[in-house]
Structure formats: C-alpha cells, structure tokens
C-alpha cells in the first residue's frame, strides 16, 4: 500500500509507484497486460500482419488476372484467395487496426488513464487474435472460405459448399466480432463517463465525437451479421433451413442481413479515418478545425443514413420501384454530410498556413482518392447505371477507391503523425516520400483503369477470361500498377523500421498540437498522466506544453496513489464534472483463459464434436464469473478525495457507474439481433417461396403465457431483492426458482419443435426464437446465483446493489424477449392459418 | 428518455422510423396483394397508407424541431446547452431534408412492380 504522502509528490517517486501500479509484467505477465497501451499497440501489429497476408493474396490475384486464360491458379485456389483477401481486409484488418488505434488513443485524448473496462479491451484482443488465427490456419490448411467475403447463399450452404470453408468463415468471424462489439461497448462507454474533469459534451476532442458515432453503429450494425451467421452455421449444421427456397427460406434474407452490418461497415471504416484527419489537419494547418458543430451534426446525420442504404447492394433482385427510390435516395443523401465534412477540411487549409509534411502529403492523396470512390459511389447509388456496372469490375475498383482512399491514406497519415508518439522518435522521412508516390501512383494505376475493365463488362470473381474479350490489356496495367504500389508499401515498413532505430529524439508535442496525448512523456508510460487534468477549453485546443510538466508534478487529481489501486476519475456524460471515482481491476490473466475457453467452444463447432460445446460454453461461463471474484481492493462507504478540493463517491456507490452503462449498452446491441430474428422470420413469410407450411407446431396458449410470465417472475425477485437488505436473499431465490422453471419449459417447447424443425423454416424459426430466449434465461440463472453468492458471503451492501440493478436490467429484457417470442410464435401461427388475410 | 444525447437525436430516430414503417408496409402490402383490393373493402390501399406515414413522420419532424428546450442553470451548462442544442438543429433541419427526400417517391412510383 502506498501511504498518503504530507508534502509536494517527488516526481519520479509518483512515476515510479505508478508505473508499479499500472504497468506490465514481464514474461509470462504479459498475458495478464490489460493496459490500453500493451492492447492497442497490440490491436494494431496484429492488424498490420494480417495486412501484409491480405496484400499478398491481392498480388496472387492480379498475378492471375495479368493475363488471359492463366494457368497460376485453378478456379478452387482462386476462390479461397480472393475470399479471403476480402475477409482479412476487412475483418481481420481494417475494424481491428482502427479499434487499436482509438484503443491506444482515447484515454490519452480524454485526459484519463485507462478505458473503462481494461480486461474487456485484452479479452477481445484475445479472441481476434485466436479467430484470425483460424482463418489464416484453414488458409494454410487449403479449407479456407471460398464463397466470396459475402457468403452469399446458397453457394455458402452445405449443398454447394459441403466442407468446413464456409464454417470456417461463420465460426471465425463470429468470434472475431465479439472483439469489435466488446470494443464498441469499452469504447462508449469511456466516452461518456471516463474523461477529464471540466470535459463537457461540447468540449470532447473531434476524434472521441468520431468515436462515439463509429462505436454506437458498431454496436447497431454487427448483431445482424452474427445473427446471419448463426442462423447460417444452423442450417449448415442442424439443417435449419433458414436460406432453403425448397424448405420456406430465402437466401435473399442472407443479403439482408449481410448488408444491414455490410454497407454501415464502410463508413464504421471511414469515419475513425476520418476522425484522424479531423484531428490531425487543423495541426497541420495551424488553425482550429472549421465547423466542429457541423462536423458532429453531419457524423451524426452519415451514422443514420448509413444503415438506410443496405439494398443498393440489391437493386438487381427484383425490388418494387418505390422500394428502390428509398434505398436510392438515401445512397446519393449520404454523399451531403461527407461532403460537409471534405469542405471543412478544405475551409481549415483555407483559414490556416499548411505544413507539407509527410502526414499532409498522405491527407492530400486521401482527398484525391476518396473524392473519385465518392463520385463513382453517387453513380452507382442510380438504379440504371447500378443495373449495367453491378458484379462487374467498376464495383471493385468503385469499393477500392472509397475504402483505400476513406482508410489506407489516412490510416498512413495517422501513422507518421503519431508515430513519434509510439517511439519517442520523430521520422527521418528519407524514404518517407518515395514511398507515398510509389502507393498513390501505383494504387490509381490499378485501379483506375479497373473501371473501365468493368466498364468493358468483365464480372467480378472470374478466375480466367478469353483473350479475346479485350480485357488483357487493361487487366496487365492494373496487375502492374498493383506491383508497385506493394512495393510502396514495403519502403513504408522498411521507413518504420528505420525510424524505430535511427528517428530523432525529441523533447515533447513535435507537431505543436493542442491535444492531451501530447502532454505525457513519448512513448508514454502504461498511466498516461502522472495526474489528471481539468479541462478548461475544448479539447483540441490547449496548451500541452504547459500541462505536462503541471501534470506530471502530481498537481492534477488522482496525483497521489491510493492503496495499489488504478484509479480513473469518472465524470457526468453531459456537463464532464466529476461524479465517481471509477477503480479498475487489476493485471489478469482471466481475459486469456476466458478467450481460450471461447475459442475451444468455437473449435468444437468448427470440428463438429457438438456434444462437447455445452462443456466448453460452461467453461466460458465459469471464466467470466471468475471476473467478478472480490480483489484485494476495499472500496470506501464515504466520499474520497479526489484531489484538488474535490470529493466524489467511488463507483458502486455511484447512481451511474460505467458498468450499468454498458449492461444497457449489450443489451441494445442483443435486442438488435433479436429484433432482426423476428423480423428477418417475418420477411421469410413474406417473401420466400413455400409458405405457408402445412403444418406449424406450437405449444398452446396457456403454457406459453405462462412460460413468459414466470420469465418475468424472475423481474419480481429482483426488485425484492433490491429493496432491501432482509429480502434480497428471498428475492434472488424468487429469481433463481423462476428462470429454472422458465428454462425448462422453453427447453421443452424448443425440443418439442425439434423433430420437425428441419422440414420449414417457419418451424426453424420458432425453434431459433425459443432457443434465444432460452440462452437468456440460463444467462439470467448465472445472474441470481451470482446475486445469492453474495448474499450468502456477505459483501458490502453497495456491491449487491449495483450487481443487481445490473442484474435486474437482464432479468427485465429477457421478460420482454419471452413475451415477445410467445407474442411471435402466435402471430406466426395465425398467418400460417390464416395465409395473412 | 431525457438523455440531451438522445434529444439531439430524435429526429433522425423518427426518420428510422418512417424508413421501417414503410418499407415493411410496402413489402407486407405487396405481398398480399392489397395493390388489387377493391378499396371498399376494410383494407386502405398501400399509397394512401404508405403517405399517411410520411405525412405522419413529416409532422413528427417538424414538431421536433421547432421545440425547444433551456435548461441551463449556470454559464458552463449554458455553452453545453447551446452546443446540444445547435446540433440538434443541424440534425432536425437534415432529417426533415431526409425524409422528404427518401419517401417522395411514394406519390407516383409503382408500389409493387419491380
């Protein structure tokens, strides 16, 4: 325990006791390391891997399409290729490198030491790492995902696809994804409660706004690819028949729900870039970013817009003119707040003297670039063009010019921007420009002259074409053009590599920004900020060169270290004045073992041995529970000090702590899948082919009333629980008894189904709803045996508390889910009856 | 929901909202076939429904947006309130744009051919 010092902190006293607290083990501790700093850094190496076997399967597919008729590569082996080209851009690159970087920047940018969630941040890198682990392992294998990164039904399904590859594509990104929700949750949440004191909403740095938009859409837009995928492996593997025509499914619902996550996921990929150039320009330029309400407004404006322009990648399906007039016009709409945005990037460099540096160079080509992805994206937002360039190479080149121009420049300018944040080094920039020419000319070369190969009318995904379609010519510049832009790409690591061993050092904030990230030694220690700022002005205008040597004096808040514990000060969303003081777990190797076990259950899917899963999702269970063991930290019942004249309460004392935020925020993300379950059932009755069944099963009426009502039972114990201190173990057995019976009787009716759940999907729907609720149900059991344990251990009344308004916000949603299934399955019933008339 | 973040929001909540509705009426009335019912019978035809939506969300809308709300006690909570509140005009000028923009067509485009 570190003692209250009486005097002035020694400086490199508090560094030390800090770096004591916060810091890394070596060895085997390093997979404890839950620091924002280790997992950033980690997110982003890791990404930048991929990237390079994600660039290297781009040069296979330009080596075959360098020619007519070429013999480098059969149909089979280019299938997995291009697939998992795709698949690892996008999955495995582009969400997870920009999730490092606000990872690794956010607390910085904040004012603060950590994200709100430490061991969430690890436990998903964990399992990105292991999920890309087993794509790039069934790569090496030769079963890798060959349907294209889409997984269009039916060639994804078991009929055309018999073997695991399309598995392998469901499993592994299902589990990669659970990184990027975890991520959105970890990111929102420390937006909102975990910042510098004086930061109110109106003073966030430009990039935490970006953040909060791009994290809010991550959590709306993957549910429906997961829920996809699911529903997918289902009926690869329990013959579901969920995208079957001949069994009342569709595969267009496969392409609802794919690009209800995929068309959102562009701009989920552009708006961190565009964050990164909002934050970095106006630096560059030397004068304030123009705009910076508008800016929000328009982020704001793009976020809702995008999720109404899934069916542009649909026109040509067979969609009813009106229908098609919305998803048009919402695709050319969208084009208004990204323009806002270009133009107050444009009135910045107007107001302000630009530096031409390295960083500005990649913004230019960034500015080049996207413009022409924007345009061509307008053109193919209008039904008749979309009718004759659809599948065909214009599309290529179109998706390449938005996500190289909207992700690869700016990602390139953010790295030679902070780069000396990460090393302490500044660049040398000997081989920094050669390197940015040889990708810019090299990138339009490709792809510029792919559009007109497009144009020409050769369709996407062919493995060999016949020379005689006129396509040779235009294919060989774009293969050459793609040469040289790899080559760009290798000087750029090779600059990296130089800057790591022979960049100059420098003193602090090279670039003269007003942001806090500057205010901290480089490469900044594993606390961020000896102690913490109050902010006085927006805060990407202050004075860091002022705040640091202030800050790292110990003369913020939190500049004394308390009992070992990492402290963070947590604040009002709105008005940013402090309101908690927020402790954070420390170093575990928990978020290991807890990915460990998550990857198993999904290898034993992958492999087939179902038997084995319900082992494996127990163990996952176990982990978690094991996160909320009692450590050795004791949380005070009174008011602390915070610092500067300050007290606050600590956070389970809170009426907001940062954990009831993200319980409400999981439980947005879960209710988006479970509101595409029902909706996505509902469009199978109207749009699939072999409705209605001859037959639908249910239980009756009274039993599934009464199966819901006993769901909402479990709400009843909960509140009598939390009422006080004498009821709570009734309660929470209240709780426990009702989601045992309500378990077992959706058991049973699920099981009921099961017989003839693979003969229509109406069947398999029911049977997909009861089994959702199902899996909440026991998710509730954990939640009041975890709520008995501590009553019957008796931990600080303050703890029960917050664990069972956590626990009651559970128990309430699954009450709504069952009664919405019982409401679903009689609803299905009559329009089967009925026919819907 | 007071939320001042969810406030600065609604507009465009409500233009989802009119997105769904529509969308999902259209596609559930052309798949009935309700474009061919005698319009005497107890079923409206989709377009006047499909407008009475938009009309409805317009109305929404625009009622959002001409509310405004001052809660403010201090002058840092004022600089916040005008921030919100600045956003949210921006935000409630767009989705009105939006709304007239997107759903236009259901005034003369074919409902259910495609």
């Not at chain 1, 001949?246 to 964050?275: C, K, N």
């Amino acid at each position: 325990m570190t003692e209250h010092p009486s005097t002035e902190p020694n400086p490199v006293a508090l560094h030390n006791a800090l770096e004591r607290i916060w810091g890394t083990k070596p060895g085997w501790g390093r997979l404890a390391a839950v620091n924002h700093n280790v997992i950033g850094i980690r997110f982003m190496l890791t990404a930048l891997v991929f990237f390079a076997i994600g660039g290297v399967l781009a040069m296979l597919i330009r080596t075959q399409l360098a020619s007519s008729n070429s013999v480098f590569m059969d149909a089979e082996t280019y299938g997995q290729v291009f697939t998992m080209h795709g698949t690892i851009m996008m999955f495995l690159f582009a969400i997870p490198f920009f999730e490092g970087m606000a990872i690794y920047l956010l607390p910085k940018l904040l004012g603060t030491r950590d994200l709100a969630f430490p061991r969430l941040g690890a436990y998903g890198y964990w399992c990105y790492l292991f999920g890309g682990m087993i794509l790039i392992g069934a790569l090496l294998a030769g079963v890798a995902p060959n349907s294209g990164w889409f997984m269009y039904t039916p060639l994804s399904s078991s009929v055309y696809t018999p073997g695991i590859n399309s598995d392998v594509w469901l499993l592994g990104i299902t589990f990669v994804e659970i990184s990027a929700l975890s991520a959105a949750v970890e990111i929102i949440v420390t937006i909102m409660k975990i910042r510098a004191p004086g930061m109110s909403i109106d003073r966030l740095p430009i990039f935490a706004w970006y953040m909060l938009v791009v994290a809010t859409m991550m959590l709306i837009g993957f549910p429906p690819l997961i829920l996809g995928s699911i529903l997918l492996e289902a009926e690869r593997a329990f013959d579901l028949p969920f995208f079957d025509p001949t069994r009342g499914g569709d595969p267009l619902l496969w392409q609802h729900l794919f690009w209800l996550f995929g068309h959102p996921e562009v701009y989920i990929i552009f708006l961190p870039a565009a964050g990164a150039i909002s934050t970095i320009l106006p630096v560059l330029a030397g004068t304030p970013l123009a705009g910076y309400r508008m800016i929000v407004a328009a982020i704001v404006a793009m976020a809702f817009l995008s999720f109404g322009l899934w069916v542009h990648h649909m026109y040509t399906v067979g969609i009813p003119h009106v229908a098609l007039s919305f998803f048009s016009a919402a695709s050319a709409l969208v084009a208004v707040p990204t323009a806002i945005q270009i133009f107050a990037w444009l009135a910045t460099l107007a107001h302000g003297r630009a530096r031409f540096s390295i960083p500005m160079l990649h913004i230019f080509g960034f500015f080049f670039v996207f413009v022409i992805g924007g345009l061509t994206g307008v053109m193919l937002a209008m039904v008749p063009f979309d009718w004759q360039a659809h599948d065909t190479h214009f599309v290529v080149a179109h998706l390449h010019y938005v996500l190289v121009g909207g992700f690869i420049f700016p990602m390139l300018a953010m790295a030679y921007y902070w780069l000396p944040h990460l090393t302490g080094r500044q660049p040398v920039q000997h081989l920094s420009h050669a390197a940015f020419w040889m990708i810019f000319v090299g990138f339009n070369v490709t792809f510029f002259f792919m559009h007109l190969t497009g144009l020409r009318g050769m369709p996407r995904r062919i493995f060999e074409y016949p020379p005689e379609f006129g396509w040779e010519v235009l294919n060989f510049v774009s293969s050459m053009g793609s040469f040289v832009m790899a080559m760009g790409f290798a000087l750029v690591a090779l600059d990296f590599i130089l800057v790591f061993k022979f960049g100059r050092p420098f003193r602090r904030n090279p670039w003269n920004a007003g942001t806090l990230e500057w205010a901290m030694p480089t490469p900044p220690p594993s606390y961020n900020f000896a102690s913490i700022p109050r902010i006085g002005a927006r805060a990407d205008l202050l004075d860091p060169n002022a705040i640091g040597p202030h800050l790292a004096a110990g003369k913020g808040y939190l500049g004394i270290p308390r009992y070992d514990r990492m402290e963070v000060v947590g604040v009002d969303s709105v008005t940013g004045e402090p309101d908690q003081l927020v402790v954070l777990p420390r170093q575990t190797i928990l978020p290991f073992l807890t990915a460990l076990a998550t990857g198993a259950f999904f290898l034993l899917m992958l492999f087939k041995f179902y038997w084995a899963t319900p082992a494996a999702l127990a163990l996952v269970i176990l982990c978690f529970c094991l996160w909320s063991r009692p450590g050795n930290a004791s949380f005070e019942k009174d008011m602390v000090s915070i610092g500067l004249g300050e007290t606050v309460p600590v956070h389970i004392q809170s009426a907001a702590p940062p954990s009831y935020l993200a319980m409400v925020l999981t439980l947005i993300g879960d209710a988006t899948l479970y509101i595409s379950l029902l909706f996505g059932c509902l469009f199978l009755w109207i749009s699939a082919p072999n409705w209605p069944p001859q037959d639908l099963p249910r239980p009756d009426v009274i039993s599934l009333m009464g199966a819901a009502a006993l769901v909402a039972l479990s709400s009843v114990g909960n509140r009598m629980a939390r009422k006080s201190a004498r009821m709570s173990l009734a309660g929470n057995m209240v709780s426990l008894a009702a989601h045992l019976a309500s378990t077992a009787l959706f058991v049973s009716f699920a099981s009921d189904l099961t017989p003839s759940a693979s003969s229509h999907a109406a069947v398999a729907s029911l049977f997909a709803t009861f089994v959702y609720v199902v899996l909440h149900s026991v998710a509730g059991l954990v939640f009041s045996t975890h709520a008995i344990w501590r009553d019957l251990g008796n931990h600080d009344r303050a703890l029960q508390d917050l664990d069972l308004r956590i626990g009651g916000l559970w128990h309430d949603f699954t009450a709504g889910a069952a009664f919405a299934a019982a409401g679903f399955c009689l609803l299905l019933d009559s329009l089967v009856k009925t026919g819907g008339a | 929901m007071r939320h001042p973040l969810f406030l600065m929001i609604l507009t465009f909540i409500v233009w989802s909202g009119i997105f769904l509705s529509v969308y999902a009426m259209q596609a559930t009335a052309c798949s009935m076939g309700w474009e061919t019912i005698d319009g005497a019978t107890w079923r409206l035809s989709p377009r006047p429904v499909l407008i009475a939506i938009v009309g409805a969300g317009v109305i929404s809308i625009a009622a959002l947006m001409l509310r405004h709300r001052k809660t403010a006690s201090n002058a840092s909570e004022e600089r916040t309130s005008v921030f919100l509140e600045g956003v949210r005009a921006y935000l409630a000028v767009a989705a009105l744009f939006a709304t007239g923009f997107c759903f236009v067509g259901v005034l003369w485009l074919t409902i259910c051919s495609p």
